[in-house]
């Protein structure tokens, strides 16, 4: 069970063979979104990233540039972090494999493995695909000869390795899955888990012929194969990442680990058994999410057809692209990236909705009561209880991980206020003397209900909904979960209308 109170999420770390494209950028927004949740609940929260360096792949990357591994990884993991810091990305600490303080660590575990007596010497042959940086069997190969996610050549590889008793984690991993039936989510996604550990084997953990990892500290002539070196960097992050304060106690074991459905099978069955084999806590969760798609197919290297999020970024905010994935890609499955897609979002429901809607409510209240927010008359009971709900609902829709669930609820209240400006019709009020506590009610109703909303929505446009907030004479920085409920706001607050929140933006076309 997770410790209430604290959250520790991860994200996977990214290869620097590539740049980073909108699937990298995809795991990293939701995991923001949920860390930013869990902040504003008043969680003690951890949220890690970062770039896994090591291994051939990077090495032949680094090699096809006429740069040295070093090099290569030092210019292209800045470059995440780069562009994680344009986005204003929330992590707590942004790790690399080839950190010295990391590398030490996962030679401390792999010790405590081979201590237990789980790892042995032995000759492997398999079919090797360098982008997967892993070993496949005859009957896994596409058409007797290519990689079933790459449909690249796999090449023959044959090497003295040390391998990793994965077999005798067999059962434990199942007992594990009965026991922790959110281990991995969605459910199905527990299934697929279940079935792979059902038939798991042994698993090379060292390579001989190459250099570009981390030395096996009793066996220096193998480097480790770098999934283990990657995965481990979720626990040895925690000993170095605040400076001199080791937060492994604080923080371990991660509440949530977030990952898209092509690493599940190290995620969920790997990971847990080197981690019961060094006698380490396991993971309270993880949460496997599906692919971006454009035209039908995964945006990868391999296929070509990746996006660099950084032009819609300035075209249209980070906010934008952050509601963009999160509302259109239900977390947990595929789902399609499309200029079309992403126009209409942003122009229809950001623009039109939730934009117009803080501009008409501040308008209004600038317009009839001189820019003071009228204090509330108390006849909107109704209204008071839905808020409630809606709370509750985007509360328990982030229990379960479901970013996108939680997305729709809040938006259902953005909804039901425009809803209820054309049902109050306060323009129509204003013109009747007698009718002013209809309109005072009409008017604090609205600046209170959006006062909610965008507080909701705060993980998921954290600049929009500060300035909404202040636009609405709210303290708007990093608004807390608490502040959410119905009659939080700060009384006598005076709005102050600005530019729009989300303008509007001519496409290319026009
Ligand atoms: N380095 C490994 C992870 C090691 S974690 C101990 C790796 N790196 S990766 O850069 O290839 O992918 C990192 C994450 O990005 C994965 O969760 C992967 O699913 C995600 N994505 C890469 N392309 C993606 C899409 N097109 N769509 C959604 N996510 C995708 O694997």
Partial sequence: MPVPGRFYITTPIYYVNAEPHVGHAYTTIMSDILARHHRQRGDDTFFLTGTDEHGDKIARAAAELGRSPQEHTDVISARFRDLWGTFGLSHDFFIRTTDAAHKAGVQAVLERIHAAGDIYKSTYGGWYCTSCEAFYTEDDLVDGKLCPQHGRPVEWVEEENWFFRLSAYRDRLLALYDANPTFVRPAHRLNEARRIAE???????????????????????????????????????????????????????????????????????????????????????????????????????????????????????????????????????????????????????????????????????????????????????????????????????????DVTGAAEEAWKLVRRLNQLVEERAPWTLARDDARARELDQALSSLAEGLRVAVTLLWPYMPGSSERALASLGQPAESPSLVSAAWGGGVAGARVALTGPLFPRIETEAA
């Fill in 199 to 401: 038939a798991v084997e042994d698993i090379s953990i060292s390579r001989a012929n190459v250099t570009w990892g981390v030395p096996v500290p009793w066996d220096p002539e193998h480097v480790v194969y770098v999934w283990v070196d990657a995965l481990l960097n979720y626990y040895t992050a925690l000993a170095y990442a605040i400076g001199d304060a080791d937060v492994t106690e604080r923080f371990w074991p991660p509440d949530l680990q977030v990952l898209g459905k092509d690493i599940l099978k190290f995620h969920a069955v790997i990971w847990p058994a080197l981690l019961m084999a060094a006698g380490i806590e396991v993971p309270h969760g993880l949460y496997i999410h599906g692919f971006v798609l454009k035209g039908g197919e995964r945006l990868s290297k391999t296929t070509g057809n990746l996006i660099d999020p950084l032009p819609y970024v300035e075209r249209f905010g980070i906010d934008a692209l952050r509601w963009y994935l999160a509302r259109e890609i239900r977390f947990g499955e595929d789902g399609p990236f499309s200029d079309e897609g992403f126009d209409g979002r942003y122009h229809s429901e950001l623009a039109n909705e939730l934009g117009n809607l803080l501009n008409r409510t501040v308008s209004m209240i600038e317009r009839y009561r001189g820019g003071d927010v009228p204090a509330d008359p108390g006849d909107d009971g109704a209204l008071a209880a839905e808020v409630t709900e809606r709370v509750a609902a985007v509360t328990a829709a982030f229990d379960s991980a």
